[in-house]
């Protein structure tokens, strides 16, 4: 940091000495290090060719070869609490984030906002002469702060990051995604048909930064943290990558975990007695949209020719992204940097199983309590991949890519927490193409880079006492494989927890494997890790007291951390959870006003802030100057997989209502009025709930007072937009609502006031609906 004022100050500057170094930033060492961390989402370590598996990734084998893979890299089972770590370096319970920040809480553990005790990496290493930029997935703002009028403390410039370009969501469509740049959101560059993925758009941003500067500041060092839409759904890639794993994965889910494993266990990724544990466990006859597993031999030749083209998009996903990654580590050997640029590939948790048990097409339905049905996915399984689809591949396919481990993203078992890792540094690492064994978790990133980069987490950070790292730093690695240095993790991940000390593990079952009865009545198991990698043998029996010390001991992490209290409320059909979550978390969806006012010319206002609509009765009136030349959006919310939208086109006005992407969609017409000023709008009145729990109920269309059009429609539960296309005003911003009217369709001609959003008489607030769409997605 700046010292103190070293100079001379007199009346008359010419008897005055300046000193320019007490104001300077401070410059990093001498030769340091650049950083570049790239964290993919939601792959298991089965999924990738470094670790054995069918999805080919040129870019990371190549850092693999030059490099070292770790065999037992550990994360928190879930996007926005592993990511946090990598912030701060602490456990995501420390920080605020037990889980994701849409369902957050308000204890210590479980906010959401990191405390000022954590300082984070980027403002330690940016305080030390590094440049620090973030591209790509955020999901570590606060819920509450992801409006254009909310705070900003929380966001990434604020973070200690020079630049941010991403999405601030968990996900987002990589066709038409919803982008922020710094501090304010943005549109994308182009579109789709001019050659648009995010991916590709994610490095040429970070590409851009890293040249802006070596062309200002050639010796300044730089930290780049880069977080591509890839793995997590949807799963989005051009046509010629998804065809390279044509056929490929057509022997299935199961075969795949039995071809898989000989394959981990030959790279040395596993001991060579590793067993399969069990394929997860089914319900009674019956699929829901839980994490079960059907039976490969059970599927009909139409359902596995879908589950493998699905497979097969995820392949081409993954391996495009790395294609773009590959761009700029190209540049960096080109430019010579490659040589002492420490670069980390990894990802944040297992596989997914959010796809159900039968994929989709469209996850929306998933999360929106509405059933995908075989027809409607087959009717576009030569879509998947395209702008036309939001898909995301059914569970088995999340158990084959976490082999040979239990379960998947969001357990404490290995399959939800046990994840690939490569770490290249030539300037650093002697050993090329080796694997590391040693138990290493995300909380040992932060204090590894600090330790290569030669700077120290302080004790005290702009006047705050800070909290110790809790992990160590995995230098002592680079130089040969041998026993671990760490000693105990913890784990927990809605009500699904976990300890590893010392090269024992104990897991609780909890949730949809062990049912959702009281935490102190759950089983817990045991496992000897260091001969038992997959987890594959429960030694509970065996060993009662080893398991009674781990469990003690996971009691004392947990109140050190923040862990508590455990939350794994279901408040779907269980009144007395659902009022603790109401009482503890929800907010009101409307001011007591009941209406939202917007107008045009401002930001998109994000889906989970804006005025909900969601199963419940409401009026929308636009104040409008109409001409005879007047067209485009009056506002629009949502995507082509679910939204509304009312516009102007060739003289008419049409309020379309998109049922879950499901056609076709819902539209009310009349034609435009002359020339003037109106006021147009729609009223919906919810009668009644369908099978799903979808709205159902007479939407009427009115011209100033006089009505136009009626007709019955029905309304989603849920969200419209998982992906984060919210509420614009005299624009779409993306991806259309409405099958009419392309990208954009800006308003033209005359002008719109206000646009009014009023559901003050609904006389049926639909709470439990609201909270299910607000918990749905991890």
Wanted: hydrophobic share 35%.
């Amino acid at each position: 940091m700046a010292r103190e004022f070293r100079g001379k100050i007199e009346l008359d500057v010419r008897d005055s000495e300046a000193d320019w170094e007490a104001f300077l930033p401070d410059k990093a060492p001498k030769g340091a290090p650049n950083v570049l961390v790239v964290l993919y989402d939601d792959t298991g370590q089965a999924a990738w060719s470094p670790y054995g598996g069918r999805i080919n990734m040129p870019t990371m084998d190549r850092l693999a070869a030059g490099g070292l893979t770790y065999a037992q890299w550990h994360t928190t089972a879930l996007c926005s609490p592993t990511r946090s770590t990598f912030l701060t370096g602490r456990n995501h319970h420390q920080n605020g984030f037990a889980t994701i920040s849409e369902s957050s809480t308000g204890f210590p553990g479980y906010n959401s906002h990191i405390p000022p005790t954590n300082a984070t990496m980027a403002n330690i290493l940016r305080d030390a002469g590094w440049s620090t930029f973030w591209v790509g997935k955020n999901h570590n703002v606060p819920i509450d702060e992801w409006t254009a009028g909310a705070s900003k403390k929380n966001w990434p410039l604020a973070q200690g990051y020079d630049r941010f370009y991403g999405f601030i969501g968990g996900e987002t469509n990589n066709w038409y995604p919803s982008l922020a740049e710094d501090n304010r959101y943005i549109d994308q560059p182009y579109l789709p048909e001019d050659g648009y993925h995010l991916s590709k758009d994610l490095a040429d941003q970070a590409l851009k930064m890293i040249r802006d500067v070596k062309q200002t500041e050639p010796d300044k060092p730089w930290y780049l943290w880069f977080c591509p839409g890839a793995n997590h759904a949807p799963h989005h890639a051009p046509e010629e990558y998804i065809a390279k794993y044509k056929g490929a994965f057509d022997d299935g889910y199961e075969a795949y975990r039995e071809w898989v494993l000989p394959r981990m266990i030959e790279r040395g990724i596993l001991p060579a007695d590793t067993d399969l544990t069990e394929i997860n466990p089914m319900p009674d006859g019956t699929y829901t949209q839980t994490d079960h597993v059907r039976p490969w031999a059970e599927l009909n030749d139409e359902e596995k020719a879908m589950f493998c083209r699905m497979a097969e998009v995820f392949a081409g996903f993954s391996e495009y992204t790395d294609a773009q990654v590959g761009r700029i580590v190209d540049y960096l050997e080109e430019s010579g940097q490659l040589e002492n640029t420490l670069i980390l590939y990894c990802a944040d948790n297992g596989a997914s199983g959010e796809g159900s048990p039968n994929g989709s097409v469209n996850e929306g339905k998933i999360f929106g309590g509405y059933p995908d049905s075989l027809e409607d996915n087959l009717r576009l399984v030569d879509k998947l991949g395209s702008p036309d689809t939001y898909n995301h591949y059914p569970t088995g396919w999340a158990m084959a890519f976490s082999t040979p481990y239990r379960m998947f993203k969001r357990y404490s078992y290995q399959g939800g927490v046990c994840d690939p890792l490569v770490i290249h540094w030539p300037a650093g690492i002697a050993a090329k193409g080796e694997v590391r064994s040693q138990y290493h978790h995300c909380t040992d990133i932060v204090p590894t880079i600090l330790d290569v980069c030669g700077v120290q987490m302080p004790e005290v950070y702009a006047g705050v006492e800070q909290t110790p790292l809790p992990g160590v730093s995995m230098r002592y690695s680079f130089d040969a494989d041998g026993p671990t240095t760490k000693q105990t993790q913890y784990y927990e991940m809605l009500g699904s927890r976990g300890i590893w000390h010392e090269g024992w593990k104990a897991v609780a079952e909890h949730g949809p494997m062990g049912g959702f009865s009281g935490f102190d009545e759950d089983r817990w198991q045991l496992f000897h890790t260091d001969v038992d990698r997959a987890e594959a043998h429960d030694l509970a029996a065996e060993h009662p007291e080893k398991l009674e010390e781990l469990k003690a001991l996971w009691l004392e992490d947990a109140k050190a951390n923040d862990v508590l209290p455990l939350n794994d409320l279901q408040i779907i059909g269980n009144p007395k959870d659902f009022e603790t979550f109401v009482a503890m978390e929800f907010h009101q969806p409307a001011p007591p006003s009941g209406r939202f006012v917007y107008y045009p010319g401002t930001s998109e206002v994000p889906e989970r802030s804006a005025a909900n609509v969601h199963n419940v009765s409401y009026k929308i009136l636009a104040e409008v100057e109409l001409t005879s030349e007047s067209e485009g959006v009056v506002f629009a919310h949502g995507s082509r997989f679910g939204g509304h939208a009312l516009f102007v086109k060739d003289g008419t006005i049409t309020y379309a209502y998109n049922f879950l992407g499901i056609p076709p969609e819902d539209r009310i017409q009349a034609p435009a009025p002359v020339s003037g000023r109106h006021i147009i709008g729609v009223e919906f009145t919810k009668e009644r709930l369908g099978e799903y729990r979808e709205g159902i109920g007479p939407l009427k269309l009115y011209v100033d007072e006089t009505l136009v059009a009626e007709q019955e429609i029905r309304t989603v539960m849920g969200h419209f937009s998982l992906c984060g296309e919210g509420l614009t005003i005299g624009r779409d911003s993306a991806d259309p609502v409405s099958a009419l009217y392309g990208p954009g369709f800006d308003w033209k001609g005359g002008a719109i006031e206000k646009v009014v959003f009023d559901i003050a008489d609904d006389a049926y607030i639909d709470l439990e609906a609201h909270l299910a769409a607000a918990m749905a997605r991890d």
